[in-house]
């Protein structure tokens, strides 16, 4: 999957520490909403997960911060698919300045399927597997 932009937004000044910069909690939150865009493309929709009582989880979660971002840059972030598995799947989200085109932050996350009553990791249902599998950046070869 080529990455596709999950996130658009801006920095706000509040958003920003005593030094000038977007505070680390604003890099996640971000990340955050990107994560619920990429799901919804693989079928992890709010609906479907309310309707059929799942959740995700992030069990692991890798950050690197490049450049700075300051109050009033526009942000945009592009996620791809890395891994799907049975239960769980692994993605990275790429944030830029938008304007420049530097890369700000990456962050690579781990995320567990959950059974929300059961309180435990759940399989994919194979619709959501193989939509995710399409789109994975990486697909494994096809055997003949």
Known sequence: MESA????GTVYP???DHVGHMNIMWYVGKFDEANWNLFARIGLTPTYLRQSN????AVQQ???YTRELVAGDIVEIKSRLLEIREKSIRFLHEMRNAETGEIASTCEITGVHMDRQARRAAPFEDVIRRTAARLLAFPEPVSA
């Open 62 to 64: 890798n950050i690197t």
């Open 5 to 8: 932009a999950t996130y658009c």
């Open 14 to 16: 509040w958003q920003c």
């Open 54 to 57: 799942r959740g995700m989880a």
